[in-house]
């Protein structure tokens, strides 16, 4: 099981490389990576055990996030049933449209590796389609939109070496927050 401790702090430079390709087939080590960042993502976002194994509550990991330099992430996505949750996996993920409309999380977006509170919006395009591999090596393309897309633009962030708090404005970092929608 993973722990808060085996994902990297925004610190860690390793955080900041690009991230390689991966090929196929993907090797077990990659399957176990996913299955554990699956667990950790899905008992992060169910209270009871978030408190019993002291995890912090997160919807998506990049495998950078693990010191793995290989271009997937995993995003558990809870549903409209509470505690019931829709798992993405995806493989050399790459952003082939997106709309116009820009959109922020109204509370803050967070980070697994970002442990503090950081003010100001991250602007994002309010939908997006993706394309990508699931594990077994199978061309994807996901149309995601809202939280959802958000949370793929920001794991995506990562394997470009990309933290959310490089996307806030220094200067001004509720800038342009009447322009675009809060969600």
């Not at 176990?32 to 169910?46: A, G, P, R, V």
């Not at 693990?66 to 996505?77: A, Q, S």
Request: proline share 3%; net charge negative.
């Amino acid at each position: 099981m993973l722990k808060n401790k085996d994902i990297l702090d925004e610190k860690d430079k390793r955080l900041r490389q690009m991230s390689k390709e991966v090929t196929f087939p993907l090797d077990e080590k990659d399957k176990k990576t996913i299955e554990l960042m699956i667990e950790y993502l899905t008992n992060s976002q169910i209270e009871e055990l978030e408190k019993k194994y002291n995890l912090r509550p997160g919807m998506g990991m990049a495998a950078i996030q693990l010191g793995i330099p290989k271009r997937y992430f995993v995003v558990v996505h809870e549903q409209e049933i509470k505690e019931t949750f829709k798992n993405y996996v995806i493989i050399n993920p790459k952003i082939v449209s997106q709309s116009e409309e820009i959109i922020y999380v109204e509370e803050g977006e967070g980070c697994l590796s970002v442990n503090r509170e950081v003010e100001g919006i991250v602007p994002r395009n309010a939908r997006i389609t993706i394309e990508g591999y699931d594990i077994e090596g199978k061309k994807i393309k996901i149309r995601a939109r809202e939280e959802l897309a958000i949370a793929f633009q920001h794991e995506l962030d990562h394997l470009n070496g990309i933290l959310f708090t490089d996307k806030i404005d220094k200067k001004n970092p509720y800038k342009n927050a009447d322009i675009y929608r809060a969600i």
